[in-house]
Structures are given as C-alpha cells and as structure tokens.
C-alpha cells in the first residue's frame, strides 16, 4: 500500500514509520525537513503545508492509498488535507484527548464523551476534527480520528508535571528536591511511542473503523507522584517532592505552566476499550519504567538533559513553598 505520512520524523511517527515499513508498506514523508530524515526506506517529499496550493497539489498529483496527518492543528488546515487527500482510500487524522477538556460527565472519558476543550490547541482539533467528520457525513471522505493522551519517546521526552521542562531528571541526579503539582494525585496516561505504533500502522486500511473516533491510551492510569518516583527508580536515586498548589504556581507564574494548569493537573482518565475492540494489534508492553528508562539512556546519549545548575527558579520556588509551610506551622 502507498501511503503518505504527513510529517513522518516526529515522536510519534517515527515510530509507525518504521513498523509500516516492517509491514511491507511504501512509505512516503511529506514535511519541511528541518527535523532530520524520516526512517531507512521511507521517501521524502519536501514541502510545508502553509503553502496550501503547492501542499495540495502536490499530494493530489501522487495519488496515495492511505494517508496519516500529524500535522492538522486546526479547521483550514484540515480543509486543505481533504482537498489533498480526495480520492484516498483511508485518512487518518491525528488528533488529541485535550478535545474532551478537564470537566467530565463520567470517567473514564469514551469517545462520545461532550467536547469541552479548555486551551486554544484542544479547541482548534475540535475544529479540525468536526471538518474531517463533516466531509466524511456529507463527502464520504474516509477518515478516521485517532485521540492520543501523552505519548513520549526519544523524540519528545518525559516531562516534569508543573511546567515544560526536562532538568528534572537532572535534578533527580544530583539529589535535589522536584516540584509537583499540588499533592500529585492527578491521574494521567502514559504510551510510549512504539506502542502508539501498534495503533497506527495496523488501523491503515481497516474500513470499519473508518467514520469513527478513537481513544489511544493503555489500560490503567498512574498518578504523577507515581511518575516521578518511577523515573527515580529507574535513576537510582530519591528525591523529595514539594507540592505546591496550582493557584500558587499560576501566581508565581512558572515557566512552561500553562499546560499544567490547562490540562496536566487534572485528572485524565480515557477509555480505549473501542480501539483494543476494534484494533487487536493494539496491545501496549511497554511498561513506564522500561519506557523512561529508554529515553533517559537516549538523552543522556545525545547529551539532552539539561544542566539543573543553571536553571535556579525552581529552587527559589522551592524555597518560598518551605517558608509558608514553616510560617503555618511555626
């Protein structure tokens, strides 16, 4: 089968890549090549989808059997696909868990659950899903909608709750204390990219999940405090947690927070009993230690953690934490 993977070198893609590839599939990448090459055997179109009727007529002009999105972040560039992509025999749209937002009806979340997206990047896949699913009603158009929750690997490593940052493992390291998100408790998902794989690739040509929405997470949840004292396992080493209260963290306005406060520090709970249904091939073995474990040894590899020395502000954030703990109880 001929299919296009636009983007192609990403956390996720990376890896479907290459298990399509394994599959006997032809590959070919559509994105701007500033992200390196896409995997052995995969070919290379180089473009950028902002330019809308060169992304659309070159896409047209090859005629593909199948194509992955994991680029459409909002209604116009949704339309553009459609455009690019008529004829195709199945499309699969990227899409995230963040469409459903934070105040739930029940838990954990299905598919029909109602959208309530709380930050601009949930709200416009909402926006870019509803076109998808509004030409495949009235077009025909065959896409299916595929929802991840956090989904890490070598490409995109595991984060610290409070804010977009990967010192933390650093932190860990050299025995310094790591902040969390009021007491940790949140509950979240965690895949690993070569699981999400096992969704991606074998669901390209299922007709029967075409029309429909998917939820891509593992069975179970872990709390965040869970998280962070599994990395600590996996490094050797155990740190304190502060917890410091969302409102606190928004007052103090840490850098990175908005996903925490969006999103993170909620809890997240999602079921995937229709794509396990649907999608046997979809059974995720990568636990979290292995996983972090994987990662962490890539980073260290390419020297991408940084240095927590030079990053000082949680320490004072740390610091104040104690002082209003020490004032309360003193």
């Not at 006997?24 to 330019?51: K, L, M, W, Y």
């Not at 899903?129 to 495949?136: L, V």
């Not at 606190?248 to 999602?270: K, W």
């Amino acid at each position: 089968m001929r299919i296009c993977v636009v983007g192609g070198t990403g956390n996720i893609s990376t890896s479907f890549v290459t298990r399509l590839l394994a599959l006997g599939h032809e590959v070919t990448c559509f994105n701007r090549g500033q992200s390196g090459p896409p995997p052995e055997g995969a070919a290379v179109i180089t473009g950028d989808r902002a330019d809308r009727p060169a992304f659309e007529r070159t896409l047209q002009a090859q005629r593909f059997d199948a194509a992955i999105d994991m680029f459409c972040f909002n209604r116009e560039e949704a339309e553009s696909s459609i455009r690019a992509f008529r004829g195709v025999g199945h499309f699969i749209q990227c899409s995230t868990v963040c469409t459903y937002g934070v105040q739930y009806d029940w838990l954990p979340a299905t598919e029909d659950h109602p959208l309530r997206p709380t930050w601009a990047y949930g709200r416009n896949k909402v926006e870019a899903d509803r076109a998808f699913m509004r030409a495949y009603y009235e077009e025909g158009f065959p896409v299916t909608i595929i929802k991840p929750s956090t989904t890490y690997g070598p490409k995109i490593a595991p984060r610290q709750i409070a804010w977009e940052d990967r010192s933390w493992i650093d932190r860990i390291r050299k025995g310094k204390p790591v902040v969390v998100c009021g007491d940790g408790k949140a509950l979240h998902h965690f895949l690993h990219v070569d699981d999400a794989a096992l969704c991606f690739a074998p669901i390209v040509g299922r007709t029967h999940t075409i029309g429909q929405t998917y939820n891509m997470v593992r069975r179970g949840f872990t709390t965040w405090e869970d998280y962070h004292r599994t990395a600590m396992q996996v490094l050797g080493r155990e740190v304190e947690l502060v917890g410091i209260p969302l409102a606190d963290l928004v007052a103090m306005n840490s850098p990175g927070f908005e996903t925490c406060r969006d999103y993170l520090a909620h809890n997240q709970i999602y079921s995937a009993e229709k794509l396990f249904r649907d999608v046997p091939e979809f059974q995720p073995v990568v636990s979290l230690a292995d996983g972090l474990a994987r990662v962490i040894e890539a980073m260290d590899r390419e020297g991408r953690i940084p240095n927590s020395d030079d990053i000082t502000w949680e320490d004072r954030m740390i610091a104040a934490q104690r002082s209003v703990r020490h004032s309360a109880l003193s």
